[in-house]
C-alpha cells in the first residue's frame, strides 16, 4: 500500500465510523477534512463528489463486513454450523468498534429507499448480494442434507434477513436487554422449521 | 378545528410526507416554509424549534398508523382473525398516499438511534407502545384458545416485526416484486408456529 492509498484507508475507516452515526447523506467533504484535520482541497483529490464518497464508504462498509462476518463464517463446516457460524457473527457486527453507530449499510438501507443515484445503486447491489449469499448457505445445508428439500432458500434468506434487521432495532434503538435473546430465540424457530 | 389549528395540521401532513422521503433530520423549518410558500416566522410560531417539529411530525405520523393500521384491525373478531387483519394493513401502509417515502417512522428508527434527543425519546415511546400493542393482540390469541399457552407474546411481537422491517426493506429499497408473497409466507409460518 502506498502513502495516498494509506491516506484513502484512513480516511474512509473515518468516514465509515462517522455514517455508521450521522447517516450517509450527513456526510460532507468538508464536515469530514475538518475532523480529519486534512484540507477539503486533499480530500476532494481523493473522492471528487460527495456520491464518490459515499459509494465509497458502502464499499468499505461492505468489505469490512465481508472480513468480519462473511469470511469467518465460510470456516465453518458446510451446511447448519456454517449458519449458525454466520448468525454468531452477524449478532457482534453492530457492536464493532469501528461502528461506534451500528451497521452503516443498515442505516443507508433506509436512508437511500428514496434517493435515486450512485449511492443506492450500490447498495442495492450489495443488499442483492448478501440476500444470494444467504441463499447459498441454505443451499449447501440442503445438499448436506441439513435442512428439507422444500426449504425455499430466498424466503429463509428473506426471514434471516428480517431478524437481522428487528436485532438492530431492538439492540441501537431501544437498547433493549432482551435483544440478543429475541434474536436468538426466533434464528433457532427459522432452523427448526427449516431442519429435516 | 379553529384555523390555526387547521394551518397546523397542513403543515404537519406535508412534514411528514417530506419526512417519509428525506428523514426527519432532513426536515428545516426553513425548507418546510419554502416547500409550503409560508413564512418561516409563521413556521417558528407553530414549532418553535426543529426538535418541536420533528416530535410533532412523529406524533401525526404515529396517529395515522393507529387510524390506518391499528384501529380497523381492532374491528376484526379477537384472536387470530385480528392479528390476519393487522398484517394486511401493515402490507399496504407504506403504499399509503400520503407518505410518498414509506413509513416515515420506520426510517426514523434507524436515523435516529444514535441521536439523543426529545425526537428518539419519542420515538423510542412510540416503538414500546406498538410491540406492547403487538403482544396484546397475541395474549388475546391465546386466551381466545387461537394459540398455544406457550407463545410468549413479547417474542412474538418481534418476529412480527421482524416480518415489517423486511418487507419495507425489500419493498422500498429493492423494489422486489415478491416483496408481499415473502413477507406473507413469513408471517404465515409465524402464525403456525404459534398455532394450536
Redo the contacts between chains.
Sequence with gaps: MNKGEATRQTILERATALA????L??LTIGGLADDLGLSKSGLFAHFRSKDALQVQVLEYAAALFIDEVIKPALRAPRGEPRIRALFARLLIWPEHNDL???CPI??A??????RPGPA?DA??SQ??DWLDTLATLVRVAIEEGHFHKRV?P??FA??L???D???H??L???RDP?AVR??Q??FE?LLA?AKV
Aim: aromatic content about 8%; hydrophobic content about 40%; overall charge negative.
Design positions: 455508521s452515526q450521522v447517516g447523506s450527513g461506534p453507530g451500528g443498515m442505516a438501507s433506509v436512508e437511500l429507499d428514496d443506492r447498495l442495492v443488499q442483492k425455499e430466498a424466503q428473506f426471514e434477513y428480517a431478524i434487521f428487528a436485532y432495532h431492538s441501537r434503538l431501544l432482551n429475541r434474536a430465540a426466533a424457530a422449521s
